[in-house]
């Protein structure tokens, strides 16, 4: 054991002093990447196994590290491993700890590769399975959605632009967009995995290795599809990195969008929704609140996923090539990045599932700010041949009348609409229905009660 005593640096006969204690506390990534402990030994054992088919080591000495391996997932999973931060990170904690279990042979164990290619293999089997997770809850938000917006085809809101009313919707087709967002989301995070198929493994340091490695073999062990083409680029490049980042930040931003319609709807002044008490918080002072929390939560946390964004372009902006220090910090960004998003998805499940649509109000408040003006406009293209910028003229004038009347549309009759526009008939009065003007909207994506349906029963089909 003379060459790998227990508290000293692998790299202890040539670096004769001890790297300052200030720095491998903080330098040292072991708190962060212990969480890749399995991928690690995943990773070592198909090395080995590689490094034995290739007649690199002995089937002695490949048994014997496979057992010291084995023995160390089972340490680690039990809690009975010590962590230490001497070694930085959990690559040499490893070792290290294969060192005691199987001495000198342990040594072996590090030949034809380096912690440069090791610690990109265990993040991106790492990213493939979490990638998978993310997937998978996103899912089933989108189950939840489509469940609520099937129970929503007829509640009618006002849709809006600008935060003014605009048109009559159907709550369930609102709901529907946001199935349109969360499934490109998961179709982002499943492009991404085209490059989270390529293994690392082999690149060693930066340059490759003079040993006869089969990296095909490697590959196909850690259930990669082809190993990288370039040993350079391999160890420096992060680019896997910034796209699980800009992913989950786009995922988020679509929680933040939903979430920051909740809030507004839950406002005293909107009153369109109504929260259960599950998902809202009181005030310390004022007992009549309950605040909606978990959206305020929900809309914040975009904030931090997009500055993990933009610190990982930054490190990576002006990096030299090979391997730097700096990249260390991934990891980091990467796992705090997956746990605040999937636990924001988990969270805005739960809001969807305990909220309720104040329908009463929704209805009323599609009646204000005449949102069937557009309707108005083209039935007179429709019935009375006009062009739709004059039929749109007219529908103004009749809305100024009405709002000096202080009326809805609704509530003008034939008579004072006639004065107007002389063409009108009775008739006329049916594009004034909030209903009317929803199923009227047959166009493909429509707002529709009819086209929500079939999309509804189309992504079920899909999921
Ligand atoms: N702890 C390092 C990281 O996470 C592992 C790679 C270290 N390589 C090196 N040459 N220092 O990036």
Redesign the pocket.
């Known amino acids: 054991m003379s060459k790998n005593k227990n508290n000293q640096a692998i790299w202890n006969t040539r670096v004769k002093k001890n790297t300052s204690a200030l720095f491998k506390k903080v330098g040292s990534?072991i708190d962060i990447?212990k969480r890749l402990y399995k991928e690690d030994i995943m990773g070592s054992e198909a090395h080995v196994e590689m490094l034995f088919k290739q007649k690199i080591v002995s089937f002695k000495i490949k048994n014997k590290i496979i057992y010291g391996l084995k023995k160390i997932e089972k340490e680690i999973a039990k809690n009975k491993f010590e962590f230490n931060k001497e070694y930085?990170?959990i690559?040499m904690n490893i070792e290290k700890r294969l060192f005691q279990i199987i001495g000198e042979d342990a040594g072996f164990i590090h030949t034809a590769r380096?912690?440069?290619d090791?610690?990109i293999t265990d993040l991106k089997i790492w990213m493939k399975n979490s990638t998978k997770e993310l997937n998978s809850q996103i899912n089933k938000l989108i189950k939840s959605i489509l469940r609520i917006a099937e129970k929503n085809v007829e509640t009618i809101m006002p849709g809006f632009t600008h935060l003014k009313n605009a048109q009559p919707i159907s709550f369930g087709h609102y709901l529907m967009a946001y199935v349109e967002m969360f499934v490109r989301d998961k179709l982002r995070f499943e492009n991404n995995m085209q490059n989270l198929y390529e293994n690392p493994l082999g690149a060693s340091?930066l340059a490759g290795t003079s040993f006869n490695i089969d990296r095909n073999y490697t590959s196909k062990k850690l259930g990669f599809k082809n190993p990288t083409n370039n040993s350079i680029d391999t160890v420096s490049d992060r680019d896997f990195v910034l796209d699980f980042l800009y992913t989950s930040s786009v995922c988020s931003m679509h929680i933040s969008r939903i979430s920051e319609d909740l809030i507004i709807w839950n406002s005293d002044g909107f009153n369109l929704i109504q929260l259960s008490d599950k998902i809202i918080t009181g005030s310390s002072i004022m007992p009549q609140k309950k605040n909606p929390d978990l959206l305020e939560y929900l809309r914040g946390k975009t904030g931090s996923l997009y500055g993990n964004l933009f610190s990982m372009l930054t490190i990576l902006k002006g990096l030299p090539l090979s391997?730097f220090?700096d990249?260390?910090d991934?990891?980091k960004i990467i796992f705090e990045n997956f746990d605040t998003l999937i636990n924001c998805l988990k969270i805005l499940d739960e809001v969807l599932n305990n909220l309720s649509p104040n329908k009463k109000r929704m209805l009323e408040l599609a009646e204000k700010g005449y949102t069937t003006a557009t309707d108005l406009a083209d039935y007179l293209v429709r019935n009375h041949s006009m062009t739709f910028r004059n039929a749109y003229q007219k529908t103004a004038a009749i809305i100024n009348y009405a709002e000096k009347k202080k009326k809805r549309l609704k509530d003008l009759d034939i008579i004072e609409l006639k004065k107007i526009e002389p063409q009108l008939k009775e008739e006329v009065m049916k594009v004034f229905s909030l209903k009317n003007s929803i199923n009227s909207k047959k166009s493909y994506g429509g707002t529709s009660f009819d086209n929500i349906k079939k999309m509804i029963l189309k992504y079920k089909k899909y999921l």
């Open positions: 990534s990447d930085e990170d690559h380096s912690r440069n090791q610690v340091a391997y220090k990249l260390q991934d990891k």
